[in-house]
Nanobody, 128 residues
Framework: QLQVVESGGGLVQPGGSLTLSCTTS????????IGWFRQAPGKKREGVACIRNSDDSTYYLGSVQGRFTISRDNSKNTAYLQMNSLKPEDAAVYYC?????????????????????WGQGTQVTVSS
């Protein structure tokens, strides 16, 4: 399993920002596609952003397009999710995953089936 560690969650007011981090000491993130997912209580885990390792192409869930930015810093073996203009509906536990698979269609990286393992997640709460 490709286990990672997420951090950076917290409580933020609507309209606020947070940056989540994803790292691991077990393998080199640079060689894997990275996906950020979230899961709210009673809902399925959904992909919100992904970045392909071969060319750093990115793809976003429509509802976060323009507000969230996924990136990676290979020198720190860390991936990030910058979240701006947060809304109450963004509240969830956020998970990061690393995928060893290649797919030409970027949106496929928002599918949990392409990921072998998950971290413990980091809670994001958006409330006034």
């Amino acid at each position: 399993q490709l286990q990672v560690v997420e951090s950076g969650g917290g409580l933020v007011q609507p309209g606020g920002s947070l940056t989540l981090s994803c790292t691991t000491s077990k393998f080199i993130l640079e060689y894997y596609a990275i996906g950020w997912f979230r899961q709210a209580p009673g809902k399925k885990r959904e992909g919100v952003a992904c970045i392909r390792n071969s060319d750093d192409s990115t793809y976003y869930l429509g509802s976060v397009q323009g507000r969230f930015t996924i990136s990676r810093d290979n020198s720190k073996n860390t991936a990030y999710l910058q979240m701006n203009s947060l809304k109450p509906e963004d509240a969830a536990v956020y998970y990061c995953g690393a995928s060893r698979y290649y797919t030409q269609n970027l949106w496929n990286y928002l599918d949990t089936e392409l990921y072998d393992g998950w971290g413990q997640g980091t809670q994001v709460t958006v409330s006034s």
